[in-house]
């Protein structure tokens, strides 16, 4: 069996689709500013629960990019394959996730589609009765940073595919 990455060609596989503009080169204190705001949002969350936001943000967005490197940060961290490919039927497969997961979870879908209306409050509760105030906030700031990576991504299409887990860390 062949397995395609974007670093190997193979035949009858649909070409990479170029990147549309590499924002970070042409606004690097605004990309600067993205990684200081990563770097602050996921103090004090618990690294795997992170991935999984980020994960499902990036699911919900469509991001190609955001995809490739946080599933594969996900798996080199120690993430189960199962559990990763469970996130986008997390509703079905909740079996799969701890209670606290499942709640941010749910967070992230509300906070990530704000466009069809305003965060539940019956969800906001859950998460509320799983984390206390500070972590709270960290969470709501992972989510609003990883919807923020996403939309330069998908803009901008930056490529999936060449991402090496740790490559940003």
């Known amino acids: 069996m062949t397995t395609h990455t974007a670093d190997t ?7 990479e689709v170029p990147v549309r503009l590499n924002w970070s080169q042409h606004a690097p204190e605004v990309y600067k ?21 980020k994960i499902r943000a990036s699911q919900i967005n469509h991001c190609a990019l955001c995809l490739d490197m946080h599933t594969k ?28 997961e499942l709640a941010a979870i749910e967070l992230t879908e509300a906070v990530t589609v704000l466009t069809d ?7 906001y509760e859950k998460a509320a009765g799983h984390f ?32 090496t887990p740790g490559q940003h860390a």
């Open 117 to 123: 209306g305003f965060v539940p409050d019956e969800v």
């Open 9 to 15: 060609k193979t035949e009858g596989y649909a070409a």
């Open 73 to 100: 940060d996900a798996l080199a961290a120690g993430e189960s394959v199962e559990r990763i490919v469970q996130l986008a039927a997390w509703e079905e497969s909740r079996h799969f996730y701890t209670e606290k």
């Open 33 to 53: 500013a993205m990684i200081r705001l990563d770097t602050a949002a996921k103090q004090g969350l618990d690294p795997a629960l992170y991935e999984l936001v």
């Open 132 to 163: 206390d105030e500070p972590e709270l906030a960290q969470l709501i700031a992972a989510i609003t940073t990883i919807n923020a990576w996403n939309r330069f991504g998908v803009t901008c299409r930056m490529t999936p595919g060449h991402y």
